[in-house]
């Protein structure tokens, strides 16, 4: 079955430290792979997706990603967090181009940011 | 800058009463989305539409309904809320192509007493 999990509920980092947030997903062939953030009070936003080619992905706001695919991982990073990244990030694994399906999002995980 | 707008933010509504969620985006985008967003959850996909005419249900069954009359407008309707409906609604939309970034409007927060 498909799936996605991000093991980590709750992460809480000091201001300046680094982050990485960790996605696992399960899938029938190699998927699209995102990373959303989710402000209190707003919608979803793109931080980042991967789609082929480099396993290091860039993305807004200083956020990284990189795909492993023998560990069917997809984990975010940034190098020096900063209080307006206190957010609920979320992962999500989406068919690749000539399939049809819908994306498949993780439960999220909710960072809070030490001053 | 995405274009995606849901009315109302907040409703607080009492049992059996007749809800209309809207959502309209600006994108042009052919394809929608309605996911149901409890707290420390993941978001479920209750609709979709692939355009005009086009309806299907999601992963998560719902007792609601929507309808794509237009492009740019994709409500949600509840004919009969209870309790268990309280939840976030989040709306967004994309382009057809697989993989295509979708774009998340505001959300509802319902609240049916």
């Known amino acids: 079955a498909q799936s996605v999990t991000q093991p980590d509920i709750h992460i809480t980092v000091s201001e300046g430290a680094s982050l990485e947030l960790r996605c696992n997903y399960s899938?029938?062939?190699?998927?699209?792979l995102f990373w959303y953030v989710q402000s209190p009070g707003q919608g979803l936003q793109l931080l980042l997706k991967?789609?082929?080619?480099?396993?290091l992905v860039q993305g807004i706001k200083g956020f990284e990603a990189e795909f492993k695919r023998s560990q069917s991982s997809f984990n975010l990073r940034k190098p020096s967090v900063h209080w307006s990244d206190a957010a609920e990030y979320f992962c999500a694994v989406g068919p690749h181009w000539g399939s049809q399906g819908n994306l498949i999002f993780g439960k999220g995980t909710k960072l809070s940011v030490k001053p | 800058e995405a274009d995606i707008y849901q009315t109302p933010r907040y409703l607080v509504i009492g049992t059996g009463k007749k809800i209309t969620l809207e959502c309209s985006q600006t994108?042009?985008?052919?394809?929608m989305y309605w996911y149901q967003q409890d707290p420390g959850m993941e978001l479920h996909l209750i609709h979709y539409?692939?355009?005009?005419?086009?309806?299907e249900k999601g992963d998560l069954s719902s007792e609601s309904t929507v309808s794509r009359i237009r492009t740019e407008h994709f409500p949600l309707t509840l004919e009969s809320a209870r309790p268990s409906h309280t939840s976030q609604y989040l709306c967004a939309s994309s382009e057809l192509t697989p993989g295509e970034t979708q774009y998340f409007g505001p959300g509802t927060r319902l609240l049916v007493l």
């Open positions: 994108m042009g985008h052919d394809k």
């Open positions: 899938y029938g062939a190699t998927p699209y």
């Open positions: 539409s692939y355009g005009v005419n086009s309806t």
């Open positions: 991967y789609f082929s080619g480099d396993t």
